[in-house]
Each structure stands twice: as structure tokens, then as C-alpha cells.
């Protein structure tokens, strides 16, 4: 009798899609965690400013795959293989009325505050007071204002809009609405997918995603901790040397009736 017959082979499972783009996400990603080094400084805004050229060529012309183009799936709620975010936000039904959702309650602070927090223009007094500590800077929604755009020049404004998205966070009360708004936050700036991932560590990332499946307010106080520490250390020195702060300074100076 024959042995090396070939045994009849079953129809082999296609795979799910999987962009480049993504793929190179994810190498990158492993060579962090494996070498422990997360990108800091000048190296990350070197990476936002790759995302944010990417983001302007598929606007002025690129387009995804359509879904006729892409292989079929045996289980499209299945796990997913493109990503590692706690929420599968590639194919999980979380994801099927995302763009909706997003259009209802982006967390960019709130749609109407996009570019600025209504607050009345500083005083003199209020701008010296932000060159003396850090903790001045953000209790005054002009300061935030400025340093904000100025964290904008540097690609990191992401790091500013994330802790405003906590601090509302934190004021919520209904367990349904924190429940949604924990998850967008995580879509927005927790994901590694997304462009506006902020730089966490993987000990604050791990305890997040052990506690997303039940969100409570203080899901995100870690996280918001060190990016606040992260602005303190790395953005806010810069931001008192920068000429936004130096010409705000100086104009001000020249309206006082002081001088």
C-alpha cells in the first residue's frame, strides 16, 4: 500500500486583512516592549510627525481597501490579529458604529473647545505666575490655552487633550456615561492605533487594560499622572523659553500701566 498519498487538505482560512501601515505599528511596538524603551522627546515627535504626513496623503488621495477588495472572514467578531489594544478595535463589534459614535461625542475636549478653553484674557500678573511653577500654569485656563498651542508646534498637543479628557472624565456620575466615555478615551489616545496615543508606560498600560472590562473614574488617574509629570518635565521648561511665551510676556508688559 501507498503511504505518500497526499491527504486530502480542507479549505484553507483566509486570513483577515491586514494594512502595512498596521503591521509596521505592531513591529514597532514589540521592539519597544522587548527592548523597554518607549519613544521620548525628539524621537516621538519625529514619529507624529510621520502620522500626521501619512494622515494628509490618504486625505488628499489615498483610500482604504473596500471590503469587496479584502478576504472574506470565517469569524469577523473573532479575535483580532492586527492590534493589542484591550478593546479589538479593528473587528469587534465595539468598533461596527465607531465613526457614529465619534461623530456624536468626540473626546477632543468637547467639538466647540477644539481650539481653546472660553476663558477671559490673562493679566500681566497671571502670565508672570506661570513662569513661577507648573501647577499655576494648568489651574488657569489661559495658561492651558497657550501652553496648549505651543504643545501643538511640538506634535504633542495629544498629551494636553488628554488630560482635560480625564479631568471631565473625572467629574462624571452615571455609571452608563463613564462606562462610554472611558472607552473613547481609550479609542482616542490609549490604543495603539490610534494618532493620538499618548506615551504611557507598560506597567500604567497593563493596569488599564486589566481594568477597561469595568471602568471607574479613577481607571485613568495613573495615566493622567504621568503625562502630567511628562509635560512638567519635558514640554514645560521649553514652553517658558519659547517665543510664544516670551512675546505674550513682552506684550503684556507694554500694555501694563506699570511700564
Known sequence: MRTDLKQPVGREEKKP???SDVIKAKNSLFSW????????????????????????ELAAG?????????PSQANPRGSNACCFCWCCCCSCSWNEDRDERNRKASYDVKEGTSDCEDCPKPTLEEVRTWGQSFDKLMCCPAGRNSFRQFLRTEFSEENMLFWLACEEFSKETNKSVIEEKARLIYEDYISILSPKEVSLDSR???????????????TFDDAQLQIYTLMQRDSYPRYLNSPAYKNLLNTLSEQSPES
Open 62 to 70: 489615498g483610500t482604504a481597501p473596500t471590503q469587496q477588495d479584502q
Open 33 to 56: 516592549c522587548i527592548h523597554g524603551e518607549i519613544p521620548m522627546g525628539s524621537e516621538r515627535m519625529e514619529m507624529r510627525k510621520r502620522q500626521m504626513s501619512v494622515q494628509q
Open 204 to 218: 500604567v498600560r497593563e493596569v488599564i487594560n486589566r481594568n477597561m472590562p469595568e471602568p471607574t473614574l479613577h
Open 17 to 19: 486583512y491586514v494594512p
